[in-house]
């Protein structure tokens, strides 16, 4: 699993410094529109939804698939796979159709017009940029899905990574040209034509004997994948909620300025995310093989083991981002960024660092087992709670409201979503929690008092914020290597040290 999630985390590290070079940049070149790119990918995210969990789904059936060795059965679900995305393909053109009238009425005429008169045009010609971007990435889902079902991560992330800078190149040679949102879009489409192409002929030559036949569609293959892809609707209903209409919320009650700051913050909380969910997407095709199998006790070793790597990344970046985090965003944005978007980032931090390892871990372990519909229902209601406290605190405390509307469901999904899990997989909740937190949470006060220290010497300038950023995790990894995973059964870093060390000497 170790290089599987080590080529995912390469391709969020990747995706991460996209965003860090291009969040500064578009504002800087694009100015105070980039507040309307924003509001597009809020606006059209929801279109996401209509791929109905299938990217998940299709997965899961790959790999159980592939465990047992079925090739009719490979082939017969990879093809109802492709039918099923040239479906909701089309039906995003036309509800995205739907949608440019409503995203119309409700920001280009009130907003734009009002802000930015002379871009009328381009908002609205990239909103219908971004629908083509939208549907053609449902089709892009499929040649991946075939890799992660045969757990060739590696090249999936290959094909992705180049993606992503090619998409970094173009956006900052074409804004020095041609300073536009228009410009993102037809990169952004480009680009992923681009992927869908490579990745199709990747999966023909690496698994020639997997053949994709929408002519020859099984009705009970379809319906096997929709059965287990609803549920997992909910779980992404839920996500867009969490974290992607807030954007709509901002731009349609907050000040104009609001989306793109609080984007800024939650930024960094998606890119952590990301980088935490490339673990889950790696359990679940392993967890599926090893059900097959019938091995609930090696489950239950992935299930602690990961876990508790996802909760110790969390507390490195997120107690840094809490301390720190702030003058970070002065330095990496400006100082009209330090205030209210760095009170948002602690805020959203301070949540996360019980709902990311959850998040990042539990979901995919549940999904590998067939058991979809926990996460979904809790995510959805998540989601919703989400929405409705954000609706009530947008108008008095703006963005912080809306950060801690997005904050105390985050700590209910991971209290409850943990229990589920451990239930799922016939594990002691007082066992899993000693395991992941016990040594953890002791681990963590001293480098919390490391980072304040810090934090008394007033740091400014990105520079100076990488230094410390690089002392706090020497640091940290010191209390981690002989504290915390000291004699663990599952990861005896300094074990493997030695065993490093006198295999070159």
């Known amino acids: 699993m170790l290089k599987n999630i080590g080529s995912n985390w390469v391709r969020n590290i990747v995706t991460a410094a996209f965003g860090f070079v291009t969040t500064p940049y578009i504002l800087h070149k694009v100015g105070d529109p980039a507040n309307a790119w924003e ?9 996401m939804l209509l791929a109905m969990g299938i990217p998940m789904a299709s997965s899961k059936i790959f790999a159980s698939a592939i465990a047992s060795g079925d090739e009719d059965d490979l082939n017969a679900s990879v093809s ?3 039918a099923l995305y040239l479906v909701v393909a089309g039906v995003a053109l036309l ?38 971007f939208i549907a053609l990435n449902f089709l892009a889902q499929l040649p991946i899905g075939v890799l992660v079902g ?10 992705s990574t180049l993606g992503v800078v090619a998409k970094l190149g173009l956006i900052v040679g074409t804004l020095l040209v041609w300073p536009s949102i228009l410009v993102l879009a037809l990169v952004t489409v480009g680009v992923l034509a681009a992927e869908l192409v490579v990745g199709l002929v990747v999966v023909r030559r690496k698994y020639p004997r997997v053949r994709i036949d929408i002519r020859r569609v099984e009705g009970a293959q379809v319906k096997k994948i929709v059965g287990f892809s609803i549920w997992v609707l909910f779980l992404n209903l839920g996500i867009k909620l969490c974290f992607f209409v807030n954007g709509i919320v901002l731009g349609s009650f907050g000040d104009a300025t609001d989306p793109y700051q609080y984007k800024t913050a939650n930024y960094l909380m998606v890119m952590l995310i990301e980088f935490l969910v490339a673990i889950g997407a790696v359990a679940l095709p392993k967890v599926a093989h090893l059900q097959v199998k019938g091995d609930m006790k090696a489950i239950r070793a992935v299930y602690l083991q990961w876990t508790k790597v996802a909760f110790s990344l969390t507390l490195m970046a ?8 702030p003058a970070f965003l002065n330095a990496w944005m400006g100082e009209t960024y330090k ?3 760095g009170e948002c980032l602690v805020v959203l931090m301070a949540s996360c660092l019980l709902f990311m390892p959850i998040r990042g871990v539990s979901v ?33 405390y703006g963005m912080l409201g809306v950060a801690v509307a997005t904050a105390i469901p985050n700590v209910i999904f991971a209290a409850v979503v943990a229990r589920i899990v451990c239930r799922a ?6 066992e899993f929690v000693t395991h992941v937190c016990g040594r953890a949470v002791i681990g963590a006060i001293p480098v919390v008092g490391v980072l304040l220290a810090m934090s008394r010497l007033d740091p400014e300038g990105m520079p100076y914020l990488v230094a410390l950023g690089v002392a706090h995790c020497a640091v940290f990894a010191v209390v981690w290597i002989s504290f915390v995973y000291r004699n663990d059964p599952h990861i005896d870093v300094a074990g493997r040290l030695r065993s490093l060390l006198n295999r070159k000497g």
């Open 364 to 396: 995919g372990v549940l999904m590998g087992l067939g058991k979809a519909s926990a996460p979904g229902i809790v995510f959805m209601l998540m989601g919703l709670l989400n929405l409705g406290l954000s609706l009530a605190l947008v108008g008095e």
């Open 80 to 82: 109802a796979s492709a």
């Open 339 to 341: 205030k209210e978007a």
């Open 39 to 47: 509001v597009i990918s809020s606006w059209t995210g929801v279109l």
């Open 150 to 159: 045969h757990q060739d991560f590696v090249t999936a992330n290959v094909i």
């Open 425 to 430: 997989i016939d594990l002691s909740l007082t």
């Open 318 to 325: 997120g107690l840094y981002l809490m301390v720190l985090g």
């Open 95 to 132: 509800v995205g159709a739907i949608l440019y009238f409503c995203f119309d009425v409700a920001y280009v005429q009130p907003v734009v017009m009002e802000n930015w008169p002379d871009l009328v045009g381009d908002v609205r010609l990239a909103f219908g940029l971004v629908v083509v």
